[in-house]
């Protein structure tokens, strides 16, 4: 069985996941003079811009909900969400050539490379989200129990994001022109999400269309629950789970097939 075999490596090689894990969040603030503070502040002033500017700018935009703060946090549902998406795609699609010589030089299960990825990605996210969440808490604005529905909202997008990812990341390492092609998609695939605006502020042909966009349902749920308090609508987020298990599949295959040819093209 492909997920066996596989997962049974990277569970003996655990130390060597969470030892990268550790390293790497470590190297970013090697060298600045407030070291882990920047994991703080960076977030923190992203959420500030976010609350005081767009707030006043943008706050009476979002149509049946009367909080002062319920455009940034609309934004903010959306932006921070989507950054954990693109962290993951495009990390991953490079994660085999970054760490050619890695591969070359020692033995171990190469999936562990994309884990490594989704785990720094997600404790980028873990910390600026815990802000986001903090500052729910203080504006008053905290869902309530219904927040727990993130996590199977989370879970769906971390396992489409590193699907997606593992098989642009196989495909890379043969065919370079992917990892551009993607960086170039990705742009227009965020504005073709409604993060910035609302889904009703398109027309309605172009709104028809964001049935084609998997990250509309699952963006549209974060916000959802986030500004409006409610659940999600999880039938319109079929669509994506069928693609998740698509993505997973075919990256798992794909590894499988072609990870010993890729030492010989990195």
Same mark, same amino acid.
């Given at each position: 069985m492909i997920s066996l075999s596989m997962f049974r490596g990277v569970w003996r090689y655990r130390g060597f996941v969470l030892g990268?894990?550790?390293?790497?969040?470590?190297?970013?603030?090697?060298?600045?003079?407030?070291?882990?503070?920047?994991?703080?502040?960076?977030?923190?002033?992203?959420?500030?811009?976010? &609350?005081?500017?767009?707030?006043?700018?943008?706050?009476? #935009?979002? %149509?049946? !909900?009367?909080?002062?703060? =319920?455009?940034? /946090?609309?934004?903010?549902?959306g932006a921070? &969400?989507?950054?954990?998406?693109?962290?993951?795609?495009? #990390?991953? %699609?490079? !994660?085999?050539?970054?760490? =050619?010589?890695? /591969?070359?030089?020692l033995q171990f299960p190469r999936i562990c490379l994309p884990i490594i990825v989704v785990l720094n990605a997600c404790v980028n996210f873990a910390i600026i989200f815990g802000l986001f969440t903090l500052f729910l808490a203080w504006s008053g604005t905290f869902p309530g129990p219904v927040y727990l529905l993130l996590f199977p909202v989370l879970a769906l997008q971390i396992l489409f994001s590193i699907g997606l990812g593992m098989v642009l990341g196989v495909?890379?390492?043969?065919?370079r022109d992917v990892g551009?092609?993607?960086?170039?998609?990705?742009?227009?695939?965020?504005?073709?999400?409604?993060?910035?605006?609302?889904?009703?502020?398109?027309?309605?042909?172009?709104?028809?269309?964001l049935v084609f966009n998997p990250?509309?349902?699952?963006?549209?749920?974060?916000?959802?629950?986030?500004v409006h308090g409610r659940a999600p609508d999880w039938a319109a987020m079929l669509p994506i789970l069928v693609l998740t298990v698509l993505c997973c599949l075919m990256g798992l295959l794909l590894f499988r097939k072609r990870s010993g040819e890729m030492v010989d093209e990195l």
């Open positions: 990268s894990v550790k390293r790497e969040f470590q190297s970013k603030y090697r060298n600045s003079l407030f070291g882990a503070v920047w994991t703080v502040l960076n977030p923190l002033a992203m959420i500030t811009v976010y &609350t005081v500017i767009f707030s006043e700018v943008m706050g009476s #935009r979002l %149509q049946g !909900v009367d909080s002062t703060f =319920a455009y940034s /946090i609309y934004l903010c549902a921070l &969400t989507w950054g954990l998406f693109a962290e993951i795609t495009t #990390r991953a %699609q490079t !994660v085999f050539i970054e760490n =050619a010589n890695l /591969i070359k030089k495909l890379n390492v043969f065919f551009q092609f993607f960086s170039i998609l990705l742009q227009f695939w965020f504005w073709f999400t409604p993060i910035v605006y609302p889904a009703t502020a398109l027309p309605k042909p172009i709104r028809e269309l990250m509309a349902s699952v963006i549209a749920a974060y916000q959802t629950i986030l």
